[in-house]
């Protein structure tokens, strides 16, 4: 399940319903998918597959023309590179759309005169950051993240860059899987 932070007030949601409605505020859609299984591992071609009748409604609706699956950990060539080019703040002309498979990841939001909202994802969440919207990205700890993608045109999904310098000032803090309470001594 998604976790929510607003830095610039300490405010954290967490939970479906607290999620979701926070992040429709600024635009952002968010659903649970429930997990299909497929073996850690699997290629690309067996997540699609089964998650075909999910993507098909995804593209109905947003008019996606292609899926693929986006698979990033520490043995990525050049994983360095890759990532800072989507740390800076920017845009696309198109949707960003991801449902996060395995791994957890960390979006930064920043609408139009409102506080910026950093979306930590994981595994069965589905995110879609509208085209235009200014935002920035970065992986959790583990540095690895697998998601499937969607595409109005993939030519559009080049990075804008907005040049703000915004992200610098906010550290990309995963706060991890929501923490049991701690067991009574005994
Ligand atoms: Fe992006």
Avoid at 32 to 54: C, F, N, Q
Avoid at 65 to 85: E, Q, R
Avoid at 105 to 121: M, N, Q, S, T, Y
Wanted: hydrophobic share 40%; glycine share 8%.
């Amino acid at each position: 399940m998604a976790v929510v932070r607003i830095p610039e007030t300490g405010e954290v949601f967490r939970g479906q319903e607290a999620v979701t409605k926070c992040l429709a505020a600024i635009e952002i859609d968010y659903e649970r998918w429930e997990a299909h299984p497929v073996p850690a591992g699997a290629p690309a071609e067996t997540i699609l597959a089964a998650y075909k009748s999910e993507i098909d409604k995804l593209k109905a609706r947003g008019g996606y023309v292609t899926a693929d699956v986006i698979d990033v950990s520490p043995a990525t060539p050049n994983l360095d590179a890759m990532l800072a080019k989507f740390s800076r703040e920017h845009w696309h002309d198109e949707d960003e759309v991801r449902f996060i498979i395995q791994g957890r990841g960390l979006f930064h939001i920043h609408p139009r005169g409102d506080k910026i909202h950093a979306i930590e994802v994981e595994a069965g969440d589905l995110i879609r950051v509208p085209r235009g919207t200014w935002h920035w990205f970065d992986l959790c700890e583990t540095r690895a993240i697998r998601a499937i993608r969607l595409f109005q045109d993939v030519a559009g999904w080049t990075p804008r860059y907005t040049d703000s310098g915004k992200d610098k000032g906010f550290e990309p803090v995963c706060l991890g899987p929501a923490q049991l309470p701690p067991r009574a001594a005994v």
